[in-house]
């Protein structure tokens, strides 16, 4: 795991422990639908119906989207298999965003509303 990554997976599993996190397809949309997800993280070996369920909600919405490398969202919360996560509002979804622009692992991009 690179540095970055390394800084991903301890941010994801603090954000995790604060319940400023959720996984899962379903909580995710959820979030996004609600207006509460600030940030959503995708693993890059997501399916093609959760790629394109998260992508379609992130676009309508204006949220932000991210692609993490293979296995990196699950591992870090401790459940194997996580494919999307959303992190609420808040230093989490801020500190996320810059290390996942920063670590160009930053895939697609939702256009914002303003």
């Known amino acids: 795991m690179t540095s970055k990554s390394e800084k991903l997976w ?3 599993g603090l954000a995790q422990r604060a319940g400023a996190l959720r996984c899962g397809a379903d909580p995710v949309l959820q979030q996004i639908r609600a207006g509460k997800a600030a940030l959503v ?3 890059s070996e997501a ?3 959760t790629r394109k369920r998260a992508v379609n ?3 309508h919405y204006g ?4 692609e993490l490398p293979a296995g990196l969202p699950g591992s ?3 459940k ?3 494919m999307l996560a959303a992190v609420q509002s808040g230093g989490f979804a ?3 965003a810059e290390l996942c622009i920063n670590g160009a692992e930053q895939s697609e991009t939702a256009p914002r509303e303003e």
């Open 47 to 49: 399916s093609a119906n």
């Open 80 to 82: 194997p298999g996580v």
């Open 10 to 12: 301890g941010m994801l």
């Open 76 to 78: 870090a919360v401790g």
């Open 57 to 59: 909600a992130c676009a």
């Open 63 to 66: 949220v932000p989207l991210a």
């Open 94 to 96: 801020e500190k996320l």
């Open 41 to 43: 993280l995708m693993d």
